[in-house]
Antibody
């Protein structure tokens, strides 16, 4: 059973770059079986798809965030990360990492989420 | 970017049946959008209920089903239970994009 855990700073200053790693246990991320996914949810609001990357190189970034985000993997640590640049108060949210299988099984594993606050 | 629309809120009586829908600004929702449905209760991580329009997971209650209905993806709860009270989100796949709906708050009352 795959398990995911986000980590990173709970507080980021405006205009800085947010960096969030997602550690994966119970399996390896260097596989073509799933996408590495980031989703966020502002407090009291709905879910927003940030982006997803497939090990094969396929990238899907939200058009509204495309210019500010990078999703990448670190195979040596078995983790993938989100970088979001030039953050503002609008980026304050719970950030979830997830794995979305691409093999027809529909499996979708979620991390527990981490709250990121943007404040000076 | 496409906009995915859901009813903001619905109410169902215990034991009743309710259908939540998920529409797309680009036109009819089809199986090619691979509709997913998620359930989120307060303070919890979303839980996946349905994938690829109508496929269930082992943990998906039998009273919950997914379909395409009138050009939209639909989630039907038959015999609603108090524990079904939650926010339900649909997710649609577009060629190079994935978009969540705004969510439907379901009240069982």
């Amino acid at each position: 059973q795959l398990q995911l855990q986000e980590s990173g700073p709970g507080l980021v200053k405006p205009s800085e770059t947010l960096s969030l790693p997602c550690s994966v246990s119970g399996g390896f991320i260097n596989t073509n079986r799933f996408f590495w996914v980031w989703i966020r949810q502002p407090p009291g609001k709905g879910l927003e798809w940030i982006g997803s990357v497939h090990y094969s190189g396929t990238i899907h970034y939200s058009p509204s965030l495309r210019n500010r985000i990078t999703i990448s993997g670190d195979m040596s640590k078995n983790q993938f990360s989100l970088k979001l640049s030039s953050v503002t108060a609008a980026d304050m949210a719970i950030y979830y990492c997830a794995l979305n299988y691409d093999d027809g099984s529909g499996r979708f594993y979620w991390g527990q989420g981490t709250l990121v606050t943007v404040s000076s | 970017q496409a906009v995915v629309t859901q009813e903001p809120s619905l109410t169902v009586s215990p034991g009743g049946t309710v259908t939540l829908t998920c529409g797309s600004s680009t036109g009819a929702v089809t199986s090619g959008h691979y509709p997913y449905w998620f359930q989120q209760k307060p303070g919890q991580v979303p839980r996946t209920l349905i994938f690829d329009t109508s496929n269930k997971y082992s943990w998906t209650p039998t009273r919950i089903s997914g379909s395409l209905l009138g050009g939209k993806a639909a989630l039907t709860l038959s015999g609603a239970q108090p524990e079904d009270e939650a926010v339900y989100y649909c997710l649609l796949y577009y060629n190079a994009d994935r978009v969540f709906g705004g969510g439907t708050t379901l009240t069982v009352l």
